[in-house]
């Protein structure tokens, strides 16, 4: 069956510009994260949602970013004023129970 | 299609037991294979392997690649409670493929 999706697969913006990352969830997942990979840095955890629970945005670097995840589905992630160091790949990941089901990110680079 | 394959999905033992995580893969370009603890939500890297054959150790924790089998274990032994989490297979190559992880539980 179809996996997680996410789109662009790659994204190159200029800094200070808006950016927006989508994700595609696998149907009936209830759990949704968000992760990001920087080059030299490890898998970084961002927000995660869970049901119709408040999401744990425990994991945002700052203000610039936010997501939110419409209708218990489809997540989009925003960075606002992108500055170099948010390039990173962005990874979704869906869940059911504790399995983890990533996508395959997109890769951001902030010029 | 590149993918990684994580095995058991989950597991409950008890203290002072040990107990072997496997990831397998099949990849292209293979590039290095990284083991992450996950509590909670945030992931904490344990060991990133490219050698084969080479173990390496971080206290009660071990882990070792085969590059001829595609496969690769993560031991803990002497287990305690702290050490219950879902532990990630990463492998990179061309880019970055996940496991869907296996959930360790140690009971007291």
């Known amino acids: 069956g179809a996996g997680v999706s996410q789109s662009p697969s790659n994204k190159v913006t200029e800094k200070g510009k808006d950016v927006e990352l989508r994700c595609d969830p696998i149907?009936?997942?209830?759990?949704l994260y968000w992760y990001r990979q920087s080059l030299g840095q490890g898998l970084e955890f961002l927000i995660y949602?869970?049901?119709?629970?408040?999401?744990?945005k425990s994991g945002l670097p700052s203000d610039r970013f936010s997501a939110e995840r419409t209708g218990g589905s489809v997540s989009t992630l925003t960075i606002q004023r992108t500055q170099q160091e948010d390039s990173a790949v962005y990874l979704c990941?869906?869940?059911?129970?504790?399995?983890?089901?990533f996508g395959p990110g997109t890769r951001l680079t902030v010029t | 299609e590149d993918k990684v394959v994580q095995s058991p999905l989950s597991l409950v033992v008890h203290e002072g037991d040990t107990v072997t995580l496997n990831c397998s893969y099949e990849?292209?370009?293979?590039?290095?294979l990284l083991w992450y603890k996950q509590e909670k939500k945030a992931p904490t890297f344990l060991f990133m392997l490219?050698?084969?054959?080479i173990e390496k150790k971080s206290g009660r924790l071990s882990s070792i690649l085969d590059k001829k089998e595609l496969f690769s274990i993560l031991n803990i032994t002497a287990t305690q409670t702290g050490d219950s989490a879902i532990y990630l297979c990463?492998?990179?190559?061309?880019?970055?493929?996940f496991g869907t992880g296996t959930s360790l539980t140690v009971i007291p």
């Open positions: 149907s009936g997942h209830t759990a």
């Open positions: 990849v292209t370009n293979f590039r290095s």
């Open positions: 949602f869970q049901g119709n629970s408040a999401p744990d």
């Open positions: 490219t050698s084969s054959g």
């Open positions: 990463v492998e990179l190559g061309n880019q970055f493929y």
């Open positions: 990941a869906s869940s059911y129970s504790h399995e983890q089901y």
